[in-house]
């Protein structure tokens, strides 16, 4: 059980620190210190001391951080040291994007099965991943370890689909649709992609630009 | 010029506001305590309020936000009263996904090209937008007003195109590519998303779960 409740913030961060991470291990670099990995992250030097502390520093006074064992430490604080098996409900572009992006499956998170409603679909596959109708989905998640579940249907059945899937014993929820899915089961993991409300970030800033230069 | 610089915890919830308040505003709610805001936004009302004076407030005491008041003024405030022109560069599945989806367009951001180096795709529209020859980008940015790029192209090209779209005066990037894109002009605003880290924050509360239970 995790003694203390680490702050969104932080978390939000971890990828950020796992990709850089990744980038230095690729370009052969062993070790760096917390002012070098400041002027990368675009973060203060103490934030990112606070921000590893939070998970029991990793730090050397003098030496700085060993970039593969951080690399590997955060890499297992994100559960990277396991394999989740994906499935993906809609198959659809976005469903295609995602199963064309290897680096998905290179993380730890392959796609085993897609599912559709569309009779043209059933049985093509997209990059080696078939897909099925929605009919076999009980099936499938019976006979397989499914740990993800993206959705990228449409939302009218997004509620539906994911209360199916929890029923099914699927945990976690990986939601393209455009509502806010939420559901009365503090079991099941969900995480919300909307596009739409990054590209209204974008179209703040540059409102916010268009004002400084009034 | 904006007298405060508003936190980007903020500003990272402006567009849940906007599209709750959207939501509401099609079942007809005419307004709304900031009570019941913060049920539906999963957020304190003491932190509804805050998050709302930093725009100087719009709440009336005893009555609460008036929801078509606060939706607009939150619009405004994102830059949707304006409409930007939107050109996508790759015209793959992620490219599709983004011009099939009729919200971006609702929103005031319209796709009004595409570009791709793929020869068999030139001429070909998705969704009624055309895709044209990377090798006519140029002029295309000459001739229109084109206010963002989304790039959706492989990261190896990201940087090169990035810049071109700059020195032809594009001023925003909304960057899918899978690099972190740091361009060293500060009137070009750029917003990154990173589908892996998403998955990752997925990961890392599937991770948690499974430690609380152990």
């Known amino acids: 059980m995790m003694e203390t409740k680490i702050s969104k913030a932080v978390i939000r961060r971890l990828p950020r620190y796992y990709r850089y991470l990744g980038d230095l291990l690729n370009n052969k670099v062993e070790r760096i210190s917390s002012n070098e990995l400041s002027d990368k992250m675009k973060l203060t030097a103490s934030q990112i001391r606070q921000d590893l502390n939070n998970f029991g520093g990793f730090g050397q006074q003098g030496y700085g951080y060993n970039v593969r064992y951080l690399h590997d430490e955060i890499g297992k ?14 198959a659809g572009n976005l469903a ?55 959705l990228t ?8 689909v994911a209360n199916r899937l929890v029923s099914l014993g699927v ?22 992609v909307h596009l739409s409300d990054s590209l209204m970030r974008l179209s703040y800033e540059i409102a916010s630009r268009e004002k400084m230069t009034d």
């Open 171 to 192: 945990k976690s929820i990986w939601n393209f649709t455009h509502i806010d899915l939420e559901l009365n089961d503090d079991d099941v993991v969900i995480e919300n």
């Open 96 to 150: 295609s994007a995602i199963v064309r992006y290897d680096k998905f499956e290179q993380l730890g998170f392959p796609t085993i099965g897609m599912f559709d409603v569309n009779k043209d679909l059933f049985g093509t596959t997209i990059n080696g991943i078939k897909v099925y109708s929605i009919d076999e989905l009980d099936d499938f998640v019976k006979n397989n370890q499914i740990d993800i579940a993206a």
């Open 77 to 90: 604080i994100l559960g990277l040291n396991e394999t989740h098996n994906m499935i993906i409900i809609g």
């Open 153 to 160: 249907l449409p939302k009218e059945n997004a509620i539906e």
